[in-house]
């Protein structure tokens, strides 16, 4: 319950400071990306736990519970949006609209990125269990990762951008989201370790283990 709690609220959160795009310099590459990459990570961390103690059935559930909660969040936003503000209200319709407005957009791509991108990573994450035979967390916590990003950064920036941007705008903008996202992805490998050894220790499971139904 506080794996998936965590991860809608991460979801969540990412579409709601997508608007925002910000440039993160870590000293050999300075990244431009929108402020909802930053949480997305630990999205695709989540799932992974999910994956390897409670395995697939039980994590694309999540997945697709996140998914009705994105749609939800877009249905109160424009539930929000129906309603003129009073004079005195702190956040008038100006600002309202200047944050929100384009989230419906932001959220449909997020929306179509993430359903596929997440059911793609946690596919690849058991392709590669079986494929190690169980071994090896950090290849498929890492390689699963990686392709799934990929898929989701190119069809969330096209879907934004596309007739915004030009093509090389675009690109750039997909490499740079990708290239942060996989650093990312192996700096997040400990806390995946972290993670599953404490769900094994807590419910005294083995290292073969491949799902368990709670």
Same mark, same amino acid.
């Given at each position: 319950?506080?794996?998936?709690?965590?991860?809608?609220?991460?979801?969540?959160?990412?579409?709601?400071?997508?608007?925002?795009? +910000?440039?993160?310099?870590?000293?050999?590459?300075?990244?431009?990306?929108?402020?909802?990459?930053?949480?997305?990570?630990?999205?695709?961390?989540?799932?992974?736990?999910?994956?390897?103690?409670?395995?697939?059935?039980?994590?694309?559930?999540? +997945?697709?519970?996140?998914?009705?909660?994105?749609?939800?969040?877009?249905?109160?936003?424009?539930?929000?949006?129906?309603?003129?503000?009073?004079?005195?209200? +702190?956040?008038?319709?100006?600002?309202?609209?200047?944050?929100?407005?384009?989230?419906?957009?932001?959220?449909?791509?997020?929306?179509?990125?993430?359903?596929?991108?997440?059911? +793609?990573?946690?596919?690849?994450?058991?392709?590669?269990?079986?494929?190690?035979?169980?071994?090896?967390?950090?290849?498929?916590?890492?390689?699963?990762?990686?392709?799934?990003?990929?898929?989701?950064?190119?069809?969330?920036?096209?879907?934004?951008?596309?007739?915004?941007?030009?093509?090389?705008?675009?690109?750039?903008?997909?490499?740079?989201?990708?290239?942060?996202?996989?650093?990312?992805?192996?700096?997040?490998?400990?806390?995946?370790?972290?993670?599953?050894?404490?769900?094994?220790?807590?419910?005294?499971?083995?290292?073969?283990?491949?799902?368990?139904?709670?």
């Amino acid at each position: 319950m506080l794996l998936s709690a965590l991860f809608v609220s991460a979801l969540i959160t990412c579409n709601l400071i997508a608007n925002k795009f +910000v440039a993160l310099d870590l000293g050999f590459k300075t990244f431009i990306i929108s402020a909802g990459v930053l949480p997305y990570p630990i999205t695709f961390l989540i799932t992974d736990i999910l994956s390897e103690i409670y395995g697939k059935k039980k994590t694309q559930e999540v +997945v697709l519970f996140g998914f009705a909660a994105a749609l939800f969040t877009l249905l109160i936003l424009l539930l929000g949006a129906s309603f003129e503000a009073i004079p005195n209200s +702190v956040v008038s319709d100006e600002t309202y609209n200047q944050v929100f407005k384009n989230s419906w957009r932001l959220i449909g791509a997020s929306m179509v990125a993430y359903i596929v991108a997440q059911l +793609v990573d946690v596919r690849l994450f058991h392709f590669w269990k079986r494929l190690t035979k169980g071994r090896m967390l950090w290849v498929r916590n890492n390689f699963s990762t990686i392709l799934s990003q990929l898929v989701d950064t190119t069809l969330v920036v096209t879907i934004i951008f596309i007739g915004r941007e030009d093509l090389p705008t675009i690109g750039r903008y997909i490499l740079d989201g990708w290239i942060f996202k996989v650093i990312i992805a192996a700096l997040d490998t400990p806390f995946f370790y972290a993670g599953v050894y404490w769900y094994r220790k807590k419910y005294h499971l083995s290292s073969a283990h491949q799902e368990v139904d709670f």
